[in-house]
T-cell receptor, first 112, second 115 residues
């Protein structure tokens, strides 16, 4: 089955520092989605990438999909305490209404 | 607030027991998904229903079953509970129309503790 490896597992940063999490697959991905889960909360959809080399931005967040569609990254510029949480990449498996296969997530903590 | 509701929020029960978790999808969403989140396994897909019919199965144990009713709400039944079943159970819903990949909206989850 399809698997996505996500690194790092944990990241501790000082407020204002940048943060990046990476998602890798051994097979070509048709799409990749990113979710954020705040402590005690539920996963919340952030974005979906489907095109090779796609780059999307949401304020301080930059999402990239690799040219070979085997990797993706989420970069946060100048982290804030509100960025705390676990960031998951996920692949939609089994068609456009399929289920999500999640990476293990990167837990971000931000020291003020 | 995603528009997906789940009850109960917390559930504490004993090994060997049976519980039912309930999920109401967002208005208009036809697809319902169940996921299990545990510390060691992360977020794992269990099962998907679309408009009342089972659509896909993931890592769902035989002791677990689910259904989606005509009003589109869904229930996840967990029986012969074991300590290892303690986890957060999330329901998600999506529109479920053919075409572009769907966005899934997650409910607040049910935290199950098996003692």
């Amino acid at each position: 089955g399809q698997q996505v490896m996500q690194i790092p597992q944990y990241q501790h940063v000082q407020e204002g520092e940048d943060f990046t999490t990476y998602c890798n697959s051994s097979t070509t991905l048709s799409n990749i989605q990113w979710y954020k889960q705040r402590p005690g909360g539920h996963p919340v959809f952030l974005i979906q990438l489907v095109k090779s080399g796609e780059v999307k931005k949401q304020k301080r967040l930059t999402f990239q999909f690799g040219e070979a569609k085997k990797n993706s990254s989420l970069h946060i510029t100048a982290t804030q305490t509100t960025d705390v949480g676990t960031y998951f990449c996920a692949v939609l498996y089994g068609g456009s209404q399929g289920n999500l296969i999640f990476g293990k997530g990167t837990k971000l903590s931000v020291k003020p | 607030d995603s528009g997906v509701t789940q009850t109960p929020k917390h559930l504490i029960t004993a090994t060997g027991q049976r519980v039912t978790l309930r999920c109401s999808p967002r208005s208009g969403d036809l697809s319902v998904y169940w996921y299990q989140q545990s510390l060691d396994q992360g977020l794992q897909f269990l099962i998907q229903y679309y408009n009342g019919e089972e659509r896909a199965k993931g890592n769902i144990l035989e002791r677990f079953s689910a259904q989606q009713f005509p009003d589109l709400h869904s229930e996840l039944n967990l029986s012969s509970l074991e300590l290892g079943d303690s986890a957060l159970y999330f329901c998600a819903s999506s529109v479920g129309l053919n075409g572009r990949p769907d966005t899934q909206y997650f409910g607040p989850g049910t935290r199950l503790t098996v003692l």
